[in-house]
């Protein structure tokens, strides 16, 4: 059974980075889309990225783009989300989730879920 642990989350100020990784364990990420997303404070859920299983680039939401970059290692069995000029409303708890091969998936396909990791973006 394929288990996702995000870390990497922290407390930075408006204009810094973070990256955050994607760990999995009991399985491969060979054939898994992995999936970042995010709830804000009071929000529901949504989509950050996504990295297909064969992918080297992942796609991003339009709030992110040209901001954020996500990665995988397969080797290492890790995603990692790169996030660059974080604003306040970047703030939440990350997760991220895997769904079969592809990033075509809704989020309802995702599973895997891990705990999630918080980013907090504040002067």
């Known amino acids: 059974q394929l288990q996702l642990v995000e870390s990497g989350g922290g407390l930075v100020q408006p204009g810094g980075s973070l990256r955050l990784s994607c760990v999995a364990s009991?399985?491969?990420?060979?054939?898994?889309?992995i999936g970042w997303f995010r709830q804000p404070p009071g929000l529901l859920r949504e989509g950050v990225s996504c990295?297909?299983?064969?992918?080297?680039?992942?796609i991003h939401a339009d709030a992110v783009k040209g901001r954020f970059t996500t990665s995988r290692d397969n080797a290492k069995n890790t995603v990692y989300l790169h996030m660059s000029n974080l604003k306040s409303e970047d703030t939440g708890i990350y997760y991220c989730?895997?769904?079969?091969?592809?990033?075509?998936?809704?989020?309802?396909?995702?599973?895997?879920w891990g705990q999630g990791t918080q980013v907090t973006v504040s002067p």
């Open positions: 990295i297909g299983a064969r992918a080297s680039l992942g």
């Open positions: 009991g399985l491969t990420l060979d054939n898994y889309a």
């Open positions: 989730a895997a769904a079969p091969m592809y990033c075509s998936h809704p989020m309802e396909d995702f599973d895997s």
